[in-house]
């Protein structure tokens, strides 16, 4: 079973940037595809974007897409998220997950088993 701890979260200013990071723990994080799906208060946890296990395909939320950037390096058993040009509507808790399934159970929060503890992205206008 994998564990997943994520960091690189914090509270920045509309247009600006931050980087996630999900450090995984046990030698299988190599056999998952990863995603990270965020929750907003009142609301339910939503897909944000998702990687394969060899980092070859990159799946996002249309309203994420062309501002965030989902990659992962095996041999250090971690993922990222870059985001990029944040808006307020991003603030939320962000976790990462592992998955099992094929790809297209991975745009839902069904689609994971193990998950982080989350990690709070903060975006003032």
């Known amino acids: 079973q994998v564990q997943l701890v994520e960091s690189g979260g914090g509270l920045v200013q509309a247009g600006g940037s931050l980087r996630l990071s999900c450090a995984a723990s046990?030698?299988?994080?190599?056999?998952?595809?990863m995603g990270w799906l965020r929750q907003a208060p009142g609301k339910e946890r939503e897909f944000v974007a998702a990687i394969s296990w060899s980092g070859g395909a990159t799946y996002y939320a249309d309203s994420v897409k062309g501002r965030f950037t989902i990659s992962r390096d095996n041999a250090k058993n971690t993922v990222y998220l870059q985001m990029d040009s944040l808006k307020p509507e991003d603030t939320a808790v962000y976790y990462c997950?592992?998955?099992?399934?094929?790809?297209?159970?991975?745009?839902?929060?069904?689609?994971?088993?193990?998950w982080g503890q989350g990690t709070q992205v903060t975006v003032s206008s």
């Open positions: 997950a592992t998955s099992q399934g094929p790809p297209a159970e991975r745009m839902s929060a069904a689609g994971y088993d193990t």
């Open positions: 046990g030698r299988t994080f190599r056999n998952y595809a």
